[in-house]
């Protein structure tokens, strides 16, 4: 689960306890060449979640602006719009997306996208740490719910039986953890998908966790890999990402997640 990059710190707010991955100090993939640009603003320093918080909720009026013209200096928003590019490509034909958990939706870049490609939708679900960052994605009308957690921990967003879980950008260093990919899938519906963007050197690098816990959990038959090709994140900066594409099984193998509830499929 990362244990070798990554450290769970626990933080308890209003009697709830949330958790973050936190970069180990030493680690050399934080420390990239891509991510030294001050106009991250500290995210990939935060030593707690409340800090992590409090820099997107003081970053979110001016986010989408610093990653379209500072990051990416093309005016637009490749973590996203190269997902859902690639997602279009993967979807199965007659599969229908209804109810889509967007996580790590920050100011909510990937909401329009997805409603004009797979709407009208009954749920599109908004979920992060920030309120500051969920009050923008409210503010777009797309969301029918906003819901505030950490990963790996999204109990509060099991609201629905999602057909999509759409995850643009959340898998960065100092933030969401590798084992919040295992946390995703009894989410989703028997059937359903799992599509995340992630940097490419984080990707490649083993002591991130998430190739090998990919492939740990196509191995178990947890998912089965759709589509998988590598984009551009982060122009300017000559960033490049890994997009994978993955599908729930019809039917889960109880002796990978014994608790999974049952989902009725509409394939």
């Known amino acids: 689960s990362g244990d070798i990059f990554l450290k769970l710190l626990k933080l308890r707010t209003d009697h709830t306890s949330v958790a973050l991955g936190i970069t180990a100090p030493g680690s050399n993939v934080a420390a990239h060449a891509q991510e030294s640009n001050a106009a991250f603003h500290g995210v990939f320093t935060a030593d707690t979640p409340a800090e992590m918080e409090a820099v997107y909720d003081n970053w979110a009026s001016s986010y989408d602006e610093t990653v379209e013209q500072v990051l990416a200096g093309d005016g637009e928003n490749h973590p996203t719009t190269e997902l859902v590019r690639v997602l279009a490509k993967a979807v199965p034909d007659g599969c229908r997306i209804e109810h889509i958990l967007d996580v790590g939706a920050g100011t909510g870049a990937a909401g ?3 409603l004009e490609a797979y709407g009208p939708l009954k749920a599109l679900v908004a979920f992060d740490l920030s309120k ?3 009050a923008m994605a409210k503010a777009r009308g797309c ?21 999509l879980a759409f995850c643009a950008g959340t898998f960065t260093p100092n933030h969401a953890p590798s084992s919040t990919p295992k946390a995703l899938i009894p989410l989703v519906r028997r059937g359903g998908l799992i599509a995340f963007s992630i940097r490419s050197y984080f990707y ?7 190739r090998a816990a990919q492939a740990a959990l196509e191995e178990e038959g947890a998912w089965r890999k ?15 990402c890994v997009i994978l594409c993955l599908r729930t099984p019809l039917i889960f193998d109880c002796h990978f997640i014994a608790t999974a509830p ?3 499929e509409h394939v």
Not at 204 to 210: H, M, P
Not at 226 to 240: A, D, Q, R
Request: with cysteine.
């Open 112 to 114: 329009p996208l997805l």
């Open 132 to 134: 500051g960052m969920l």
């Open 143 to 163: 969301y029918t719910e906003a819901v505030q957690g950490c990963c790996p921990d999204m109990t509060e967003a099991a609201l629905y039986d999602y057909d």
């Open 204 to 210: 490649a690098d083993e002591s991130s966790g998430f």
């Open 226 to 240: 759709v589509k998988e090709e590598e984009g551009i994140y982060l122009p300017k900066g000559g960033s490049l």
């Open 262 to 264: 049952y989902r009725a």
